[in-house]
């Protein structure tokens, strides 16, 4: 197969992760997701917890030391912009799987991508949540929430548009509708589709 790019943007709790992985073991190239967060950690040299912070696309500030004493800038800005930097030194390394990270906007320009966005019904999501991560209704919904909020809010901040615009995806897909592995061959028929030689 050709050179690709796979960038899978999902709901929270909706097994985008997981579905990705499968897709990744399938082909044999290297699957990222929030272990690019690490890569950010290790070029920047900041504290994981402040580039975590920054990543969620809270506004933190950090100081540095140059000779004329303490300055401070944007570590948001500094996390965004080297993320930029590394998920497009991935995409032109290898092929690859990315998960997030807004890859399908910052890999726009390339035509060896393919766009996907992985959704489920509310429920379907919560109930994911509680087998995977152990926790009770309550917090599987609180949980839900919050990275919806986050997620839509990052996303918009680096951005500028909606993360489930169907305009910058070239499959959207419900995942309750085929359960994680057939959702995952599902969207290997569609890359060997689209990429076969």
């Not at 975590?52 to 809270?58: F, P, R």
Request: net charge negative; hydrophobic share 35%.
């Amino acid at each position: 197969m050709k050179h690709f790019i796979v960038n899978i943007g999902c709901e929270y709790g909706s097994g985008g992760p997981d579905i990705g992985k499968l897709v990744a073991e399938s082909l044999g190239i290297p699957f990222y997701d929030r272990a690019l967060v690490d890569k950010v950690v290790d070029q920047l040299g900041v504290d994981r917890e402040l580039v975590e912070k920054a990543d969620s696309g809270d506004k933190v500030k950090y100081e540095f030391d140059t000779s004329f004493g303490p300055r401070y800038a944007n570590l948001t800005n500094r996390v965004i912009y080297t993320q930029f930097e590394v998920i497009q030194k991935f995409a032109k390394k290898s092929s690859c799987v990315i998960i997030g990270r807004c890859s399908n906007y910052i890999l726009k320009d390339r035509d060896d991508c393919i766009n996907i966005f992985i959704y489920a019904p509310e429920e379907y999501r919560i109930q994911h949540i509680m087998e995977q991560r152990g926790v009770s209704r309550k917090e599987a919904q609180e949980l839900v929430k919050y990275n919806d909020g986050m997620l839509k809010s990052r996303y918009e901040y680096m951005t500028g548009s909606d993360m489930s615009d169907c305009h910058t995806r070239h499959m959207m897909i419900d995942s309750s509708v085929l359960g994680i592995e057939k959702t995952a061959e599902y969207i290997l028929q569609l890359i060997d589709l689209r990429f076969e030689d």
